[in-house]
């Protein structure tokens, strides 16, 4: 029996774990800054690279609504493939799901030299009392990393929204500032891997069904002041989706 839960115990982040769920809260480790591309990465290819593939990837995960997320498990398999394709597709490239030279340009040209993206930085996402990735549910480095995967989710869906400029009005938040301000008390905001949006000119509705496509495992309503988006489900949690249409 599933029993009902009240508006505030999932509120940005209080999860129900099914009962077989994973309860790690780390992340596979990921590579920042430009990556030294290798090889011609196809599928059945395994390893690191492809590690760093999939979280570039993630947030191409689906065409329409749907459940769907891009493993992050360094085997490069059908929905990587499919993921790579809709990235290609995207960036006007030939989508052939793998990934040679030109793809892997378009890749690192997302990438900052601090291991940030192309229209994210760390800045945005740290802690908004301290300023650092310090005091959360898991290590400020760890912390980052899932800071640093959202931001690869965020700029999939800046470019389905038409590269319109999105304003991250909280990442992180420590333990002791989620507390603060009221925040749930296993918020996602405290493992860094939720976004609270802005997008200037455009609905809160409609980032959150570009949400829907990229991977983004908890939507918050769209009928609030901002667009609460996370990816629970890379740590193991249940999906969420408070408008969901699946």
């Known amino acids: 029996m599933t029993l009902p839960l009240s508006r505030r115990t999932v509120l940005r982040g209080a999860v129900v774990l099914g009962a077989t769920a994973a ?32 979280i570039r990837v993630a947030g191409w995960a689906a ?14 398999g059908p929905g990587t493939a499919a993921a790579v394709r809709r990235f290609q597709a995207a960036y006007g490239l030939g989508a052939d799901g793998q990934v040679g030279p030109a793809t892997q340009s378009a890749l690192n040209a997302l990438e900052q030299s601090d291991g940030s993206t192309a229209h994210f930085n760390f800045s945005e996402f ?3 009392v301290s300023g650092t990735f310090n005091g959360g549910k898991v290590s400020a480095a760890t912390a980052k990393e899932n800071a640093r995967r ?13 590269n ?12 002791a500032h989620n507390a603060e301000i009221g925040g749930a008390s296993d918020s996602m905001h405290m ?45 193991g949690r249940a999906w969420w989706w408070e408008n969901g249409t699946v």
């Open 23 to 54: 309860v790690s809260p780390l992340l596979l480790a990921g590579t920042a800054q430009a990556y030294p591309w290798s090889r011609t990465l196809t599928q059945g290819a395994t390893g690191a690279d492809v590690t760093e593939l999939q």
């Open 63 to 76: 065409d329409s609504p749907s459940h769907s997320r891009v493993s992050i498990d360094g085997e490069f």
């Open 126 to 128: 740290t802690d908004r």
């Open 150 to 162: 959202c931001m690869y989710k965020l700029e999939a869906v800046r470019k389905k929204l038409g």
């Open 164 to 175: 319109k400029p999105i304003t991250v009005n909280s990442g992180f938040r420590s333990i």
């Open 191 to 235: 493992y860094g891997t939720a976004a609270d949006l802005d997008v200037p000119g455009v609905a809160n509705k409609t980032v959150y069904q570009k949400a829907e496509t990229s991977g983004f495992s908890g939507l918050e309503t769209y009928n609030t002041d901002h667009q609460h988006v996370d990816s629970r489900a890379d740590l």
